[in-house]
């Protein structure tokens, strides 16, 4: 089976200081990963992806995101965070097994505290 | 930008009762995903469609169903409520089923069964 794992339910961290939400993946074949974020009381907002190509992905926020296939890893992370990034970050995988057409398969989520 | 609508945004009903939840994709996004997310967990694939015909199924229970209509809008309907149907449920669209495409989530419905 297709799964992604989010080994720490809470992440924290000093405003200004990297972050790091972790990540990892067991898949057949090639993966497609996704990072979403998630505010409370609102929907998941996609952040960034990985299909193939550089490692290191870039998206929305100044989130990264580097993709390790030896560790099967898929890592989220920010050079400084900020306040306003705490909320619950999802990791997701593509569906790939039986003919699926593709949905998400999401970890069970990370939440992210940024203090001032 | 445009972005996935769901409605209601809110819901309260009782055991046993209907309801009825409904999806507006992004325009020109033929492709329609539901997920039910409970209290603390992550969200789970329930069903989804592509091109008005359901293309995939997940852990839709059988009092659930949904379709999809000639403007790709969908529609969820639930019967026969029960306590563990409180959740909130989340709409996401595509354009097409391929796997590299992200799915844009709408801000969900938040159905609270009493």
């Known amino acids: 089976a297709q799964s992604v794992a989010q080994p720490e339910d809470q992440v924290n961290v000093a405003e200004g200081n990297p972050l790091t939400v972790k990540c990892t993946y067991s898949v057949s074949g090639n993966p497609y990963l996704f990072w979403y974020v998630q505010y409370p009381n609102r929907g998941l907002q996609f952040l960034l992806k990985y299909i193939t190509g550089d490692n290191l992905v870039k998206g929305s926020y100044g989130f990264e995101a580097e993709f390790n296939k030896s560790q099967t890893s898929f890592h989220l992370k920010k050079p400084s965070a900020l306040v306003s990034d705490s909320a619950l970050y999802f990791c997701?995988?593509?569906?790939?097994?039986?003919?699926?057409?593709?949905?998400?398969?999401f970890g069970k989520g990370t939440k992210l505290s940024v203090k001032p | 930008a445009a972005g996935v609508i769901q409605s209601p945004r809110h819901l309260i009903k009782e055991k046993r009762e209907t309801a009825t939840l409904k999806c507006y994709p992004i325009p020109r996004h033929d492709t329609v995903y539901w997920y039910q997310q409970g209290p603390g967990q992550d969200p789970q694939f329930l069903i989804s469609f592509y091109e008005k015909m359901q293309s995939d199924k997940g852990s839709i229970p059988d009092r659930f169903s949904a379709q999809q209509f000639s403007d790709y809008h969908s529609e969820l309907n639930m019967s026969s409520l029960e306590l563990g149907d409180s959740a909130l449920y989340f709409c996401a669209s595509s354009l097409g089923t391929a796997h590299s495409y992200e799915q844009y989530f709408g801000p969900g419905t938040r159905l609270t069964v009493t």
């Open positions: 997701a995988v593509r569906d790939m097994l039986g003919g699926s057409q593709g949905n998400l398969i």
